[in-house]
């Protein structure tokens, strides 16, 4: 098996930025709660940019950071829960975009764990198809999924992109993944897709196509998977938490990852945190706190990271990383 590492990262936001005051302006609610509760202060929403046009701005930058022209890219995936549609998959527009015409294209639907489950699908084809390299993209629009008249959820969601260019190498890169999913759970977090309501159905289908969340079960499950994702993924290597330099967790709620923190008996500053200006981007969220640790140079060639997200599914996963 040979190794797969980092070899550039980046992230797009869209310009606009909403704040907590924005948001009480549409449902009842205000700044005090929403950053006590949440700790999130704004958010960026697109204004009509869609999930390919974000996961392509982001791709650009990954891209040119790692030095690999898009058109020697092998594979592309995008996770997301928010395509602009079924058909094609948000990773078959980007390679249109790019004109990365030798790759091979999918969308995968895990929810917020998304980014952390496609570096090691990643992993996983380029050993087995032998690609030397790959484009991995977390990218939403939730905007266009969020019931903007449900103080429950609106308050909470963001949309973004991030993007992460994967090389063979001869240096350490991902060491471990650990995936795991919970669907019995699945009710907690939803978004409905389309109807069945044909002259065949015996009865309507109808979904709500807008995000449906029960916030209280959806915490409890947030901190235990960070604790196992976390434990789980140092666990049978030789590297313990104390060589982990950044836990870069899913960007949820300040609460779930202080709670997680406490439950680890881990320092808060170990966990890297820039919720409050971004909110919950979903899959796009860890490779956007990555992207921002990379330009603020937090992340030295060597250091020990530990990924970490959980979200719809119920999914969860984490990966351990030398950068
Ligand atoms: C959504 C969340 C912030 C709600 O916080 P909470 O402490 O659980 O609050 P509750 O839902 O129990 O509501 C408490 C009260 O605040 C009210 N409330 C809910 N949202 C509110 C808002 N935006 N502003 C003001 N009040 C609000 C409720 O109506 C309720 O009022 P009541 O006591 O009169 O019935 C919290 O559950 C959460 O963050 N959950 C995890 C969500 C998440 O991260 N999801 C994505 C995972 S990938």
Known sequence: ???????????????????????????????????????VSERRISEGENTSDIATKAAEIALERAGVDAKDLELIIVATISPDMFIPSVACLVQSNLDADKAACFDISVACSGFVYALEIAKGLM???????????????????????????CILFGDGGGAAVLKQSDEVGLIKSYLRSDGKKGDALTIGAADIDTPFSKEKVLKDRVIKMNGREVLRFAVSAIFDGVNEVVKNTNISLDEVKYIVPHQANYRIIKSAAEKLKLGEDKFYLNLDKVGNTSSASVPIVLNEMYEKGLLKKGDKIILVAFGGGLTYGSTLLEW
Do not use: C, F, H
Not at 7 to 34: F, H, K, M, Q
Not at 127 to 153: C, F, H, I, P, Q
């Open 127 to 153: 050993n087995s198809m032998n690609y030397k390299n790959a484009l991995v993209v977390g990218a939403e629009v939730l905007s266009k999924v969020t019931d903007w008249t449900d103080r429950g959820t």
């Open 1 to 39: 098996m040979s190794n797969v590492k980092i070899a550039g990262i980046g992230a797009y936001l869209p310009s606009l930025v909403v704040t907590n005051d924005r948001i009480s302006e549409l449902v009842e609610t205000n700044d005090e709660w929403i950053v006590q509760r949440t700790g």
